[in-house]
């Protein structure tokens, strides 16, 4: 049975560290909740490691540029990590060949102008037109707030054809964007594979992006037990779903993107509703809370 909560700090003296999302939790894609960079402030102040798990296509420190631009505090975290991290390790050790088809918007550039950190000898990618390429790296549609995943059934379908193998740097389906829903990479990959395609995911609720924020704790000097690690997002098929694979505690936020689903009152979700909501899902967070603070 999840537990519902009023704040981070009736069980943070459980934990040592946070993997916690971004888009839904800490922000809406344009400005800082202030009751979440509260709770992660204090969570660190008391000793407390916090990670900032994003399913954002692009390299941490662009990550870190956008927040630094939204005016989210440093003191609120420790580091950030990346689906476009852990997708960079596959891409550049020639998981989907080397001349590659990007769809995705410009902004996601920097995936293919930067190297993961320690990566030696790393495969030169060339990105090419889709009727020459070898594979194909998805960061979502190519203009994102107008497009939707059927508007590349014709292209896919010729794809799949070929026998291309889609690299998804960001398995979430959709964000709000302030007050705007639009679809991500992984609602791309999804009617890829629906078609027959293949496609490769290496953010949340898959093991890469974990393995990978376990390395840097332990770089850092911290290693940590499973048993003191809490997942904290607002997706309950990436957040929670990969919290839960991962055999960590969990935090889900009510009030994200499905917020309507808990009654009239996004602050105060109906925990009859929530708990039958879970259970058609077939997923039990350990904790649940309508926004993180």
Same mark, same amino acid.
């Given at each position: 049975?999840?537990?519902?909560?009023?704040?981070?700090?009736?069980?943070?003296?459980?934990?040592?560290?946070?993997?916690? +999302? *971004?888009?839904?939790?800490?922000?809406?894609?344009?400005?800082?909740?202030?009751?979440?960079? &509260?709770? *992660?402030?204090?969570?660190?102040?008391?000793?407390?490691?916090?990670?900032?798990?994003?399913? =954002?296509?692009?390299?941490?420190?662009?990550?870190?540029?956008?927040? +630094?631009?939204?005016?989210?505090?440093?003191?609120?975290? %420790?580091?950030?990590?990346?689906?476009? !991290?852990?997708?960079?390790?596959?891409?550049?050790?020639?998981?989907?060949?080397?001349?590659?088809?990007?769809?995705?918007?410009?902004?996601? $550039?920097?995936?293919?102008?930067?190297?993961?950190?320690?990566?030696? %000898?790393?495969?030169?990618?060339?990105?090419?037109?889709? $009727?020459?390429?070898?594979?194909?790296?998805?960061?979502?549609?190519? $203009?994102?707030?107008?497009?939707?995943?059927?508007?590349?059934?014709?292209?896919?379908?010729?794809?799949?054809?070929?026998?291309?193998?889609?690299?998804?740097?960001?398995?979430?389906?959709?964000? !709000?964007?302030?007050?705007?829903?639009?679809?991500?990479?992984?609602?791309?990959?999804? *009617?890829?594979?629906? #078609?027959?395609?293949?496609?490769?995911?290496?953010?949340?609720?898959?093991?890469?992006?974990? +393995?990978? &924020?376990?390395?840097?704790?332990? =770089?850092?000097?911290?290693?940590?037990?499973?048993? &003191?690690?809490?997942?904290?997002?607002?997706?309950?098929?990436?957040?929670?779903?990969?919290?839960?694979?991962?055999?960590? !505690?969990?935090?889900?936020?009510?009030?994200?993107?499905?917020? %309507?689903?808990?009654?009239? !009152?996004?602050?105060?979700? +109906?925990?009859? #509703? *929530?708990?039958?909501?879970? $259970?058609?899902?077939?997923?039990?967070?350990?904790?649940?809370?309508?926004?993180?603070?």
């Amino acid at each position: 049975m999840t537990r519902l909560i009023q704040s981070l700090a009736e069980i943070s003296s459980t934990y040592e560290a946070l993997f916690c +999302d *971004l888009w839904g939790c800490l922000h809406n894609g344009r400005a800082p909740f202030p009751a979440a960079v &509260a709770a *992660l402030q204090a969570f660190r102040k008391k000793g407390g490691k916090v990670v900032l798990m994003t399913n =954002a296509p692009r390299p941490n420190e662009r990550v870190v540029a956008q927040l +630094d631009r939204m005016g989210v505090p440093r003191d609120a975290w %420790d580091f950030v990590v990346s689906s476009g !991290d852990a997708a960079q390790y596959a891409l550049f050790t020639g998981a989907v060949g080397q001349k590659i088809w990007h769809l995705g918007p410009e902004k996601d $550039d920097s995936f293919f102008t930067s190297h993961p950190e320690g990566l030696a %000898d790393p495969v030169e990618i060339t990105r090419v037109p889709l $009727d020459e390429a070898e594979g194909i790296v998805c960061t979502g549609p190519f $203009d994102e707030m107008n497009e939707v995943p059927e508007d590349y059934r014709a292209r896919f379908l010729y794809a799949k054809t070929k026998g291309l193998p889609m690299l998804c740097t960001n398995p979430d389906h959709v964000v !709000d964007l302030g007050e705007t829903r639009i679809y991500c990479a992984g609602a791309l990959a999804a *009617l890829y594979e629906e #078609m027959g395609g293949e496609a490769l995911y290496f953010g949340k609720p898959h093991p890469p992006i974990y +393995d990978l &924020a376990r390395r840097r704790l332990a =770089a850092l000097g911290h290693e940590i037990p499973d048993s &003191a690690i809490l997942a904290v997002g607002d997706g309950i098929f990436t957040d929670i779903k990969g919290g839960i694979g991962e055999g960590i !505690d969990t935090l889900f936020i009510t009030g994200g993107l499905a917020a %309507d689903q808990f009654g009239d !009152d996004p602050e105060a979700p +109906d925990a009859a #509703m *929530l708990d039958a909501w879970l $259970d058609g899902k077939q997923l039990s967070p350990t904790y649940a809370i309508s926004k993180l603070r």
